[in-house]
């Protein structure tokens, strides 16, 4: 008996030890989240994405989907990617992934100078315009560097998964809005996300494609930060506390733009059901009556 209660109370301690830290409540994320310019960011780039699915769409159908159809896609896009939209799921998965220490110290490095010059750049990049932006990805907007801070810059774009993160959420969001138009169509969430298909990792080529254009975001981003300024980055970016904060940031960002897509993909469903309907009935009713035969 000593044996077996000795046993149970060591697996009772390394039970209490291995455990997760405590997920932090919503308004502890909440802070995280408007301090470190997400919301800001989010909404900046929520404009530019009404234009950017109808140009996926139109390039994805080869020209073959009419203006009905493209104007339901960006309808759609209005209506569902929003800051009340993306919030509620970003927020829980961003507090689900933290732990009130990562919260506390990341929050006291964003008070800093460095963390508040970090956040006012990434708050700067996510307001471009789209051209400025497709300007520094293809290397037509940049800045002139040294080799050390192109190190610097490459250490920043790899601890804080740059690469990753847009794939991740590029994935997520085709995925979502397939998923979304089979529940417009009428499926259940089960049959939709069979009819999807498995979910599968970003592809290589992918990755590679991306990896380039992000690194090059990432030294435009913070061009005007100083060598300490990017030491402290990632002096931090490498913490424990740092680490969690770039995956809750990520869980957040995926959750939250899977929800927008998914809602997207189910109104473009409903939409483009509604006008196959019409289109079916107005060809029924132009469709002339055979005259019976005279006797």
Not at 206 to 226: C, F, G, I, K, T
Not at 251 to 275: P, Q
């Amino acid at each position: 008996m000593p044996r077996t209660l000795s046993l149970l109370l060591l697996c009772g301690l390394t039970a209490t030890a291995l455990a997760a830290p405590p997920a932090v409540t919503i308004d502890a994320a909440g802070r995280l989240y408007l301090a470190a310019g997400m919301r800001e960011q989010v909404a900046a780039s929520l404009a530019g994405m009404p234009a950017r699915l109808q140009r996926m769409f139109e390039s994805e159908s080869h020209g073959k989907l009419d203006a009905a159809r493209l104007a339901a896609v960006t309808a759609a896009a209005k209506r569902t990617f929003r800051l009340d939209v993306f919030e509620p799921s970003a927020l829980a998965a961003f507090a689900a992934h933290l732990d009130p220490a990562a919260v506390d110290q990341t929050l006291a490095f964003l008070a800093s100078p460095a963390g508040r010059r970090m956040v006012a750049a990434d708050v700067a990049l996510a307001k471009l315009d789209p051209a400025a932006t497709d300007a520094i990805a293809n290397g037509k907007l940049g800045t002139p560097t040294t080799p050390q801070r192109a190190a610097l810059f490459r250490q920043i774009a790899t601890v804080t998964r740059a690469t990753d993160s847009a794939a991740e959420v590029y994935m997520t969001m085709g995925r979502s809005l397939a998923v979304g138009k089979a529940m417009g169509y009428g499926l259940d969430l089960k049959d939709a996300r069979a009819s999807v298909g498995k979910k599968t990792p970003p592809p290589p080529e992918l990755l590679q494609s991306l990896q380039v254009p992000l690194e090059r975001y990432v030294a435009y981003d913070y061009r005007d930060l100083s060598d300490a300024d990017l030491h402290s980055m990632l002096s931090f970016l490498q913490s424990p506390a740092g680490k969690t904060y770039v995956d809750a940031s990520i869980a957040a960002l995926t959750a939250g733009y899977r929800s927008m897509s998914r809602r997207c993909g189910e109104r473009i469903g409903e939409s483009w059901r509604e006008i196959a309907r019409s289109e079916a009935q107005d060809s029924a009713e132009s469709t002339p009556t055979p005259t019976p035969p005279q006797r």
